[in-house]
T-cell receptor
Framework: GAVVSQHPSRVICKSGTSVKIECRSLDFQATTMFWYRQFPKKSLMLMATSNEGSKATYEQGVEKDKFLINHASLTLSTLTVTSAHPEDSSFYIC????????????FGSGTRLTVV | GQNIDQPTEMTATEGAIVQINCTYQTSGFNGLFWYQQHAGEAPTFLSYNVLDGLEEKGRFSSFLSRSKGYSYLLLKELQMKDSASYLCAVRLDNYGQNFVFGPGTRLSVLP
């Protein structure tokens, strides 16, 4: 079946540093990748949508300069959290419309970011 | 705007049956999905409904009424491993790229 590989699964970083999260579609082409953020005991909150070859679309209230998204190829999308602060600590998940259809999304395994 | 409602928490006993409800009011509708998510993990697909009626898949069944904007997930013969969050999600358009997730229901299965 379709797989989206997301890494790192866990990362701890110091305040002020940047962290890059990668999502790769392993056996299908993902022209679109969705990036979600999830706070403890809360549902998924869509942050942005990346499209291969064009600029990402950010949801209202999401700082595009803080959460840099790049969709370098049909199989790779990255989210970089710049100048991280403790309030950026969260669970980040990517997902792509992937086979088998019509079952919606194929999710990455998630990244637990802790900023200290 | 988009609105999806689910109960926040539910508790049930091992071996029992539980029904998790989801109501939605969205600008579009092209299918309703149920996902299971264990703490710290990514959601996994459970079921999909696009037409009214019941879809059965082993211990899990999902029902949809489009006229009522209502769905439920039915879990039978509950097991401890079913303790998780259950997310209801509506796909908004035909392109399959625009989803709205509900807040999720945390189910605790007790022995």
């Amino acid at each position: 079946g379709a797989v989206v590989s997301q890494h790192p699964s866990r990362v701890i970083c110091k305040s002020g540093t940047s962290v890059k999260i990668e999502c790769r579609s392993l056996d299908f082409q993902a022209t679109t990748m969705f990036w979600y953020r999830q706070f403890p005991k809360k549902s998924l909150m869509l942050m942005a949508t990346s499209n291969e070859g064009s600029k990402a679309t950010y949801e209202q209230g999401v700082e595009k300069d803080k959460f840099l998204i790049n969709h370098a190829s049909l199989t790779l999308s990255t989210l970089t959290v710049t100048s991280a602060h403790p309030e950026d600590s969260s669970f980040y998940i990517c997902s792509a419309p992937g086979p088998p259809r019509p079952y919606g999304y194929t999710f990455g395994s998630g990244t637990r970011l802790t900023v200290v | 705007g988009q609105n999806i409602d689910q109960p926040t928490e539910m508790t049930a006993t091992e071996g029992a049956i539980v029904q998790i409800n989801c109501t939605y009011q969205t600008s579009g509708f092209n299918g309703l999905f149920w996902y299971q998510q264990h703490a710290g993990e990514a959601p996994t697909f459970l079921s999909y409904n696009v037409l009214d009626g019941l879809e059965e898949k082993g211990r899990f069944s999902s029902f949809l009424s489009r006229s009522k904007g209502y769905s439920y997930l039915l879990l039978k013969e509950l097991q401890m491993k079913d303790s998780a969050s259950y997310l209801c999600a509506v796909r908004l358009d035909n392109y399959g790229q625009n989803f709205v997730f509900g807040p999720g229901t945390r189910l605790s299965v007790l022995p």
